[in-house]
């Protein structure tokens, strides 16, 4: 079966709501019978109806901004109502002529089929309207009405369900701030419009100017056309202000726009004021002005609490509640006004840009700022110096303390360099002897080809020689760390082959596992040489008094990422300490007769080079001990 779906059409009587009937009987109605549907399983909520009505036309400004105000007010309500606007546009249309009467005839016949609920009035005018006839057309709705100051409408009487939200009257403390700011004024303006609605809206006005003792005499434009009010602005007396009270209509009947009033008067050398914000930006000085948006907010809030539980409360806003303290620089610059002047919190618009004026404290900060990082900076370029002259010192002193290292080493290695310089100078003393027996022998001088080949043996042992000299002058240079691409098979090999004769005395066998494609690294070669020395001695040593089938050091490079890894590995007693990288400190030794300084050298000699530098214990017994350089970058 498919789904039921029910609705229900409201009508309205000239009184009120009627009663509530379903669409679809009334289409089987209209149908001429037939079956009659079920009732629906479940009644569907009511949608509240709201009516503002307001006094004002819509091409009044304050008119929109109240109309969008409460829109946006409703329609955040978790059920909104439905919400119709309409207006009496009565100050356009005051002559009269039974046109209020016509008026709620047609809204009685346009809302005939609607559900009202509250009807807001904007204005006292709207309210005088529903009470003249009880609330017609819809004399069973609630009413609250928005007002400034108060209002006249006795609507105990006639609108009993009448309630309101009363704005403390903002025009005395703008009298008070126009006075403020313009200390000598002695006359006040009212400009207000011709119509019978502007003058019962506007016509107090004078009393509250003289109630507020400020010395101000009013004097009252409100039987002018617009000619007659240009015409006595340009005579006006020195110390005089012009306050527009929203004028719409003049005595001839013409309509003024919003603002163009404004803007005409704005001519005359009098200072202009009035009530609305929307007027600051047309001409006048600025003061107290209604924030409508706000004030109107407060109402829509209120017109939704009174919809869930009706009330007939009048409630009120303080002044402060709905209003904004804001001035035009450029008519402040025009009258001499000074701004010191302005009331506290004031906001002043329209401002020529001025740097130093709208932004003191953003140039403050960005000088604060500019001056500390150019401290900072002499800092820092001061600090640079002295970090580059203790830089400069300790590679100097790296440089003479590896330099001692060396000399130490080599000097553990004399008896091997010793004894290795000494078989090839044999071997040099050996041929010469041999050719000189040759030369004496009585059976004749030796041939071309022995001699040849005593020469030859002569200038391999002499290179052998030169050789050792040559790596034993290079490691005991003394020079700062240069680094620049190096081979590292020619690196390790010489190296390895340096120490080797030493090891051999000693029963140590030396094994070097390079892998293949080893790219240059960026590397001193004497220092990073005597960082390898330093290692397989310190490897020779520990094994040297193992059983001979232990006696092994193990050198491998392989590589690390975009380092090269150098590891020299031994299968001595390991090391005695936790973390293993403790022998890296200065003055740390196992050495009776060591300072402790190799490894601490050695480590800072690679920190120079910018790797790394380690230790470990391995599981199957002994040490390793590695370090990582990187390799040269391409050029």
């Not at 606007?85 to 016949?109: C, I, P, Q, S, V």
């Not at 580059?388 to 000399?407: G, I, P, V």
């Not at 470990?616 to 590695?626: D, K």
Request: net charge neutral; hydrophobic share 45%; proline share 7%.
């Amino acid at each position: 079966m498919g789904r039921r779906i029910y609705s229900t059409l409201v009508t309205r009587g000239p009184r009120g709501i009627g009663a509530a009937v379903p669409l679809a009987l009334m289409l089987v109605a209209a149908a001429g019978g037939g079956q009659q549907p079920l009732p629906p399983a479940a009644s569907v909520p009511v949608q509240h109806g709201i009516l503002v009505l307001h006094v004002d036309d819509v091409t009044r400004p304050w008119t929109r901004e109240i109309t969008e105000s409460f829109v946006s007010v409703f329609q955040a309500a978790p059920e909104p109502p439905a919400v119709y606007f309409e207006t009496l546009d009565a100050a356009r249309f005051w002559g009269g002529g039974g046109y209020l009467e016509a008026l709620r005839g047609w809204l009685r016949r346009k809302y005939s089929g609607k559900r009202i609920d509250l009807v807001l009035t904007v204005g006292e005018d709207a309210l005088a309207f529903l009470a003249q006839a009880g609330g017609e057309p819809w004399p069973d709705a609630q009413v609250l009405y928005a007002e400034s100051a108060g209002v006249g409408v006795d609507t105990a009487r006639t609108l009993p369900r009448a309630g309101g939200v009363i704005l403390e009257d903002p025009f005395p403390p703008a009298l008070a701030t126009l006075k403020a700011v313009l200390p000598g004024t002695q006359r006040l303006v009212l400009v207000y419009g011709a119509s019978s609605v502007d003058r019962g809206r506007m016509g107090g006005f004078a009393d509250k100017v003289r109630a507020a003792g400020l010395g101000l005499e009013p004097i009252v434009w409100a039987g002018l056309s617009r000619e007659e009010m240009l015409a006595a602005a340009a005579r006006l007396p020195p110390n005089t202000a012009v306050f527009l009270l929203e004028p719409t209509v003049d005595a001839t009947g013409h309509v003024f726009s919003p603002g163009h009033l404004c803007r005409l008067l704005a001519s005359a050398s009098v200072p202009l004021f009035a009530r609305q914000a929307d007027d600051l930006g047309c001409g006048i000085v600025g003061g107290v002005l209604l924030d409508l948006p706000r004030a109107s907010q407060f109402v829509a809030h209120d017109a939704l609490a009174r919809l869930a539980r009706p009330s007939t409360e009048v409630r009120r806003i303080p002044a402060a509640e709905a209003t904004q303290l804001a001035f035009d620089a450029r008519q402040l610059a025009r009258f001499g006004i000074p701004e010191s002047r302005l009331p506290e919190g004031s906001d002043v618009l329209y401002r020529t840009p001025n740097v130093w004026r709208d932004y003191r404290g953003l140039v403050l900060i960005a000088m604060v700022v500019t001056l500390t990082q150019a401290l900072l900076i002499t800092d820092l370029v001061l600090q640079r110096r002295r970090r580059s002259r203790a830089e400069l010192a300790e590679r100097r002193h790296l440089a003479a303390m590896a330099h001692l290292d060396r000399r130490s080493a080599l000097g553990e290695l004399a008896a091997s360099l010793a004894h290795e310089l000494n078989q090839p100078l044999n071997s040099i003393l050996q041929n010469a002897g041999a050719a000189q027996m040759m030369l004496a022998s009585p059976d004749g001088p030796p041939t071309n080809g022995e001699l040849v080949e005593i020469l030859e043996d002569i200038q391999k042992e002499d290179a052998r020689a030169g050789e050792v000299i040559r790596r034993m002058r290079a490691l005991l240079q003394k020079g700062e760390l240069d680094a620049k691409p190096t081979d590292p098979y020619a690196l390790i090999g010489e190296t390895v082959h340096l120490v080797r004769p030493e090891a051999s005395a000693r029963g140590v066998c030396i094994d070097a596992d390079l892998a293949e494609g080893l790219t240059p690294i960026q590397a001193d070669r004497v220092h990073l040489q005597q960082v390898l020395l330093n290692l397989l001695m310190n490897a020779a040593d520990a094994v040297a008094e193992l059983s001979p089938d232990r006696r092994l050091v193990r050198v491998l490079a392989r590589p690390h990422g975009t380092d090269l890894e150098v590891s020299v590995t031994d299968q001595g007693p390991g090391i005695a300490i936790d973390p293993p990288e403790r022998i890296f400190e200065a003055f740390y030794t196992t050495k009776g007769k060591g300072l402790g300084m190799g490894l601490s050298i050695c480590r800072t000699i690679v920190d120079a080079h910018h790797g790394r530098m380690g230790a470990r214990n391995e599981a199957g017994g002994g040490a390793t001990v590695w370090f990582r350089v990187p390799q040269a970058r391409d050029r």
